[in-house]
C-alpha cells in the first residue's frame, strides 16, 4: 500500500491541471502532458492538489495508486521545471556532436553513430565530451539517455564510455605478472 498516494499531489504555481474521465491533462510554462489512468483508478481535484484513489482493495490496484500518484506528480514537475540528463564521454578518440538534428558519435568504432534526436526531446553538446538530454517528459529523457549509455558502456578496466555525470565506476585490477 502506497504511503505517499494517501496525501494529494500539489500542484505547483503556474500548473493547470484537467481531469476528465481517466484523462489527466497538465499544462504549464513548458508545455503540456496527458496521462491516461486504469479503469479502477480515480483522480478529483482539491484545494491541496490532486488525489488519486481506488475503490479495490487488490493489492495491484493498491500499487497501481503510488504509480499513479507518481506519474501525476512527475508531469506536474515536467511541465513546470522540466528534466535534464548529464552524459559524460571518457575514452581517446570518443567525441559527440550535433549534426542537423542528429547526435553524432564516435566511439572507438570504426563507424560513426548516428542518434535522431526524439520527439520531445533537446539534445545539446556543449562540449565534445558532454551531451546534456532535456525535456518535459521524464520517462523519455530517461529512455534517451539509456539508449545513448547502450552504443558503448563504461567499461571496468579504464573506464572509456558512456557515463552519467557524475557516476562512479567501479575499476577492476588488470591482469599481474
Excluded at 546534456?132 to 530517461?142: E, F, L, M, N, T
Aim: hydrophobic share 30%; with cysteine; proline share 6%.
Amino acid at each position: 500500500m502506497s504511503r505517499l498516494a494517501k496525501n494529494p499531489v500539489p500542484v505547483l504555481d503556474g500548473v493547470d491541471i484537467t481531469i476528465d474521465g481517466q484523462q489527466v491533462k497538465a499544462k504549464g510554462p513548458k508545455g503540456e502532458l496527458s496521462l491516461t489512468m486504469l479503469p479502477e483508478m480515480k483522480a478529483e481535484k482539491t484545494e491541496g492538489g490532486v488525489m488519486v484513489s481506488t475503490e479495490s482493495k487488490s493489492r495491484f490496484h493498491q500499487n497501481m495508486k503510488g504509480t499513479t500518484w507518481s506519474l501525476i506528480r512527475g508531469m506536474i514537475q515536467g511541465v513546470k521545471e522540466g528534466y535534464e540528463k548529464k552524459l559524460e564521454i571518457n575514452g581517446v578518440g570518443y567525441r559527440a556532436q550535433i549534426r542537423g538534428k542528429d547526435l553524432v558519435l564516435q566511439l572507438g568504432y570504426s563507424h560513426e553513430i548516428v542518434y535522431p534526436q526524439p520527439e520531445g526531446v533537446k539534445i545539446e553538446c556543449p562540449q565534445q565530451t558532454e551531451i546534456v538530454i532535456s525535456g518535459i517528459d521524464k520517462q523519455k529523457v530517461g529512455q534517451t539517455a539509456a539508449e545513448i549509455i547502450k552504443f558503448r558502456p563504461p567499461e571496468p578496466y579504464k573506464g572509456k564510455g558512456v557515463k552519467y555525470a557524475g557516476q562512479h565506476i567501479l575499476r577492476k585490477e588488470g591482469k599481474k605478472k
